[in-house]
Structures are given as structure tokens and as C-alpha cells.
């Protein structure tokens, strides 16, 4: 069987620091869109860290949550888009063919979780940050959708490692960007369709739960916090 | 006859209707000062067009206002504007013909050109909105060597083929109803080239027994064929909405929503081209204020399916007890857009109720102005529904506003222009009421009442 990407983010671990943010961007050649466009909330990030505030001033709690393409298995985005740019892989990712995708942007539009991104220019690095492209992944022109991808240069890579070694990946093997550079182990990727993987047991803790799983698009990434899933913040 | 109020003035006879209609395209100076100012403005917003098109393939759609929550802005809110339009010059060509609804024929020509100046203005903006317009052919099932069809399960495939299919049969259905206007004005045309032109476009038609045998036969068909089309495309059209899980949109309620409301703005398009035009030309004795007064109720009674609609949505948000639509419409009632939604309602709910006055039905002036205001309405309520739905979806960290630049306006008055530019060579250079038509009019009115239709009435009659 094929395997089933996913992955558990610990939010009681989650300190906000947004390192998996940058790191998303340096590994993914995301182009930065500057000030201006970003006022206008066009700004490419695969990966946000979304605050909530809690209490009243000054007794005041702040949770972070990491929020990036949950790789819904019945995802909304997929459906919608014309020209099956937007597609199901058999490994289960949210799959985004670039060349295929004409930009009718139906897609962002489905997306309950909005972590689908367009260029609305063609992408622009100033030197010599061209030079730190990162040659594994291509770079997305004007009017293309782009996503997280789990980083599937990663996978790919790691596969065909494997598969040279006739064996099977490891657990934790890979580990996309976000989840390589946060300093608190907040993120764990892994196999879902292992029973003993690391992500797989972590997603059966009694504290986790999904985003808008309400909605039933079956996203893929499990939030474990403690006790608020069920709305008892006391306890 | 029914009614006091004839849908035929007085004194119309078969060469008076001829002569009166082909004489606006035939007759010398009818290029008036007037038409030539109407074009030339319609003209320099074409240009417009033509400028944003070039900036968009230059820069990206980046130079609109739409951003990340708002991935739709103006483009596909025109979109349905334009194709709701249009849907009022089919229910009067097709529809109203399989229904023997006598009063449509003086003003199915018209809004027929409406319909098909409507969808060309509509069919261009999803082209334009893509990111990358020069692929729009992957929307199309054709063979490739990867083997790669279009994915059947997007609306935007359905949309395709139904406004492709509405444009075809429209278009068949509007010059096969031309043809014999055509032959007319080959006949009755002075200067060589207008008889080579409308010879061409005429078909060789001859009038024998055999033309009209088919002529009426093909005009029955491509009705039998538009009819559906009434009703199908605003509700593909509706999909687009309904198929996402968009609080605003995923409602059941939206295709006979969107149909309602595309014969609605439709209707309300045909006034406002009606009225000035009747004037213009003098033709109240064929575009009586009898039509005026049945086009007024139509848009009344599609006016309160809508408003139907608009409390039926309202109430289900609250109803289903779905904490992301009851917010969705709470946003809608009070949020920032608020003003718009509004303005939305007061012009499409309150305002048209005017209309269940007759005194009102028959003030060409105040009728005008209402169908004006139904227009902004309506593309008000697209707006809503597409914008506001969108800057307040599930996330709160993604609830973002949307802002039109000048390029989003200016995209708007571009195919505003372009339709009028149309229109008004329709109106130069092509009957805009179906002589034929009329002129069967004409002889049945006498044959069922006096013989005010084929001879010439005294004044004291």
C-alpha cells in the first residue's frame, strides 16, 4: 500500500517563533511579494502561525496554531479545478501540477483553510538572493496557484534512496522543512498508513484533534492541545 | 385584441410597419449627431477594454483589487451580470414565442441582440480572470498526448459548455429570425454594396412557400432549443457558488435563486434599452406602453421571487444553526460591507414595489429610472454573494477586505462600452424589430378585430 503523508503538530508545544515560516520559504523558493502587496494580503505563505488571544487584558493567554494545506483526503479544492492542476497523489497529497494549472483560482476560493497562494506577478528575487534558489523545486510564474507540498522534493528524494536500497523509508526519514527547523518539536511528519510510526501514534493521543474537521473535508494534519478540542478550557 | 390597450398602435398597415422600421437602417441621415456620440463614447470605453486586456497579459491579474480570501473580485461578479442579462432576450424570443404570447413580438429583436451583445460581454471575463488566459483551450475536451481531459467534476467545465452552447444557439436563433428582415432590406436597399452585403446575409431568400415552410419550422426548433437554455445556464452559472463550501455559497436554494434573478436584471436591461429607443426612433406605436406595462410586471413578479429568495437565505442561515453561515450573514447584515448589502436591498426589494402601481407602470420616465436602479441592484447582489462571501470565510486570520482599483473599473466600463457599441451598429445597420413579425402581426390583429391593421384608418375611427 501506498503511503499516506501526514502530519501531528503539538500546539501546547508551539512557541510561535515562526522559524518553520522561513524555513518554508527558503526551501521552497516562495518569492517574497513586498510591503505594498503584502499590505494588500497577497503575501505566499504556505505556512502561517496564527494567533489567538485569550482572557481579558492583562490576564491575557496567547496560543499559536501553525496552519498550512492540511492534504484533505476528500479536499474541497480538488473537484473545482478544471484542469485537474489541483489532484489527488496516490501517496495522498494535495498534489498541484504547476503547467497544468491555467489560474482560475476556483480552488483558493474552496479552500476552507485558505492556505492556497497566486502569483498575481511574476515572481521577482533581488540579487543575489537568486542564487539561493533551491534547485529541487520549480519556480511558479504568473498566474499559477502554489501550495504546501509537504515538501515533496523531500519525499521523492528520500524514496528514491530506498528504493535504491531496496528498503522501505524510515520513520522520520523525512522531514520537510517546517518540521526539520522547529526548535521545539512541535511538528512530527510520518507514515499514516504505518500503525507504528511516530506521527501515527501521536495522532491517536487523546488530545488531539482537526481543523474545522466539522466540515469533512478529512485533513490529514492532527492539532494535539490539551483539553480545549472539547471546549473546557479549565480543565 | 386583448385588453383595451392594443400591443399594435393604430394605424399600422403591412407597408407602413416596413417602410417605418427599414427606413432607420435604410433611410439617408440616420447617422445622427446623437448616434455618433452615443458610438464614439461606447467606442473610447472599447478602448479602454482593449487597454486593461493588454495591461492583464503584460502584468498579471494582479492589477485588480483581488487578493488571497477574495480570489473572485469583479471579474466574475460582471460575469453574471452580463449572463443574467441575458437571459431576459431568450425567455422573450424563445420562451414567450412557444407560449403564442403575442406582445413579444415588437421587442424580441432587441433583446435577442441584448442577449447575444450580454453573453459575448460575459464570456470574456472568465477568459480574463485566469492567470494564464492562454491556456484557457485545457479547459476543453480535446485530444492530447497525455491523455488528460478536462476534470467533468468542476462547474467552471459545466460553465464551458453552457455558455458556449447559449451563445451557438442564440446566435443561430437571432439570424435564422433575421434572414427574411435581411432579403428585405436587399430589396429595398438603394446603394450597391448595402445590396451586396445583405444579399449575402440573406441566404437567397426568395420568400417561396418552401423558405417560410422552413424558416418557420428552424424558428420553432432553435426555440424548442433555447427554452431549456432559460433556465439551464443560470443555474450552471449558480453552481459555481454552490458546489464550494463557501459559507454564503453551498446553499441549495441558489439555481431558481439565480434564474429569478437573471430574468430580474435581464428585464430590467430591456427597459432601460426600450424606453429611449421607442423614443428616439417614434416607435410607441409599435413599442406600445403596453409592453412597457408587461416588461414592468414581469420584472415585479421575478422582483419578489428574489426577495423570496434573499429572506429564505436569511432565514436557513439562521435556521440550520451553522455558526459559520449565521456569522456569514451577520457579517453580511452589519459588517463592513454592510452599506452595500443595504443599498443592495433597498434597490432590489424595496424600491421596484413602486411597480404594483399601474400610474407608475405607465411613467416611461419613472420606469426607466427603476430599471436602472434594479440594474445596479443586481450587480450589487453579485457582489455580495461572490466578495463578501469570500473576505469572511472559515479563517479568521485570512478575513481580508477586497478593494476595486481603477482597473477593476476599468474592465467593468469596458464591456459596459463594448455592448453599447454593439448595440448601437444593431441599431444602425440591422432592423431592431423583426419586420416579418410585425407584419404577421399586423394581419392577424385585423383579421380577429376591426381592419385597423391593413388599411389605413380614417383619424375619426
Redesign the interface.
Known amino acids: 500500500m501506498a503511503h499516506q503523508w501526514g502530519m501531528v503538530i503539538d500546539l501546547d508545544r508551539c512557541t510561535g517563533c515562526e522559524a518553520c515560516v522561513v524555513a518554508c520559504h527558503a526551501e521552497n523558493n516562495i518569492a517574497t511579494v513586498g510591503e505594498k ?1 503584502a499590505a ?3 503575501a505566499n505563505h504556505w505556512i ?1 502561525v ?2 489567538y488571544y485569550e482572557g481579558d487584558f492583562p490576564d491575557v493567554k496567547v496560543k499559536f496554531m501553525p ?1 498550512l494545506c492540511q492534504q484533505c483526503d476528500a479536499a ?1 479544492c480538488e ?6 492542476a489541483s489532484y489527488h497523489t496516490e501517496e495522498g497529497l494535495n498534489g498541484q501540477v504547476y503547467n ?7 480552488c ?3 479552500c ?3 492556505v ?7 515572481p521577482k528575487w533581488d540579487k543575489p538572493l537568486n542564487l539561493q534558489l533551491n534547485p529541487d523545486v520549480s519556480v511558479r ?5 502554489e501550495k504546501c507540498t509537504f515538501c515533496v522534493q523531500r519525499i521523492k528524494a528520500a524514496e528514491t534512496n530506498a528504493r535504491a536500497e531496496k528498503r522501505d523509508v524510515r520513520d522520520g526519514e523525512i522531514q520537510p522543512a517546517c518540521v526539520q527547523s522547529c526548535p521545539t518539536n512541535a511538528m512530527v511528519f510520518g507514515d499514516l498508513s504505518d500503525p507504528n510510526s511516530r506521527a501515527s501514534r501521536m495522532a491517536a493521543s487523546s488530545r488531539g484533534g482537526k481543523l ?1 474537521e466539522e ?1 469533512g ?1 478529512r485533513p490529514k494534519i492532527t492539532y494535539l492541545q490539551r483539553d480545549t478540542w472539547n471546549g473546557d478550557e479549565n480543565a | 385584441m386583448d385588453g383595451p390597450d392594443p400591443i399594435l398602435g393604430p394605424g399600422q398597415t403591412l407597408s407602413s410597419v416596413t417602410e417605418k422600421i427599414s427606413s432607420i437602417v435604410l433611410g439617408r441621415g440616420n447617422t445622427t449627431p446623437g448616434w455618433i456620440f452615443g458610438a464614439f463614447i461606447s467606442f473610447c470605453l472599447l478602448m479602454l477594454l482593449n487597454t486593461v486586456i493588454t495591461l492583464l497579459a503584460i502584468k498579471g491579474v494582479g492589477i485588480w483589487g483581488i487578493n488571497i480570501p477574495v480570489a473572485w473580485g469583479f471579474a466574475i461578479t460582471n460575469f453574471v451580470w452580463w449572463i443574467g442579462i441575458g437571459h431576459a432576450g431568450t425567455l422573450i424570443s424563445a420562451f414567450l414565442l412557444l407560449l403564442h404570447q403575442k406582445w413579444r413580438t415588437s421587442i424580441n429583436r432587441f433583446a435577442e441582440a441584448m442577449t447575444i451583445f450580454a453573453v459575448m460581454c460575459a464570456g470574456m471575463f472568465p477568459l480574463l480572470h485566469m492567470g494564464r488566459p492562454w491556456l484557457f483551450y485545457y479547459l476543453m475536451p480535446y485530444p492530447n498526448p497525455m491523455w488528460l481531459w478536462p476534470q467533468f467534476r468542476s462547474p467552471l467545465v459545466w460553465d464551458v459548455f453552457a455558455v458556449s452552447t447559449y451563445f451557438t444557439v442564440s446566435l443561430l436563433f437571432w439570424f435564422v429570425g433575421l434572414i427574411p428582415d435581411l432579403a428585405t432590406l436587399r430589396d429595398r436597399a438603394t446603394g450597391k454594396i448595402k445590396k451586396i452585403i445583405y444579399g449575402i446575409f440573406s441566404m437567397g431568400w426568395r420568400g417561396s412557400a418552401t423558405h417560410w415552410a422552413r424558416y418557420e419550422f428552424a424558428s420553432i426548433l432553435l426555440a424548442g432549443l433555447a427554452t431549456p437554455l432559460v433556465v439551464s445556464v443560470h443555474t450552471v452559472v449558480s453552481f459555481d457558488f454552490t458546489i464550494a463550501i463557501v459559507p454564503g455559497w453551498h446553499s441549495t436554494i441558489f439555481p431558481p435563486y439565480f434564474v429569478a434573478g437573471a430574468i430580474y436584471s435581464g428585464f430590467a436591461m430591456v427597459l432601460t434599452l426600450a424606453i429611449p429607443l421607442r423614443k428616439y426612433y417614434h416607435l410607441q406605436n409599435m413599442v406600445t406602453d403596453r409592453h412597457i406595462d408587461i416588461m414592468a410586471k414581469v420584472m415585479l413578479a421575478t422582483g419578489i421571487i428574489v426577495a423570496y429568495s434573499y429572506v429564505m437565505e436569511m432565514f436557513m442561515a439562521f435556521y440550520s444553526a451553522n455558526p459559520f453561515e449565521r456569522a456569514q450573514f451577520v457579517e453580511r447584515m452589519t459588517g463592513q460591507y454592510a452599506v452595500v448589502f443595504w443599498t443592495l436591498i433597498t434597490f432590489n426589494l424595496v424600491i421596484p414595489q413602486l411597480l404594483w402601481w399601474q400610474k407608475v407602470r405607465r411613467h416611461q420616465m419613472t420606469v426607466f429610472l427603476i430599471s436602472l436602479i434594479v440594474n445596479i441592484g443586481m450587480w450589487l447582489e453579485r457582489f455580495v454573494i461572490i466578495v463578501v462571501s469570500l473576505h469572511h470565510e472559515y479563517e479568521p486570520s485570512k478575513w481580508y477586505m477586497f478593494f476595486p482599483t481603477r482597473w477593476d473599473w476599468a474592465t467593468f466600463a469596458g464591456t459596459i462600452g463594448m455592448f453599447f457599441l454593439l448595440f448601437y451598429l444593431f441599431i444602425r445597420f440591422l432592423p431592431m424589430i423583426s419586420i416579418v413579425e410585425m407584419r404577421t402581426l399586423v394581419h392577424e390583429t385585423s383579421e380577429t378585430g376591426s381592419h385597423a391593421g391593413l388599411y389605413p384608418v380614417p383619424p375619426e375611427a
Open positions: 502587496e494588500r494580503s497577497r502561517r496564527e494567533r496552519v474541497p473537484p473545482v479545478c478544471p484542469t485537474f497544468r494549472c491555467i489560474g482560475t483560482r476556483y483558493a476560493n474552496a476552507p483553510y485558505n492556497r497562494f497566486f502569483n498575481f506577478y511574476n510564474e504568473v498566474g499559477v496557484m474545522l466540515l473535508a
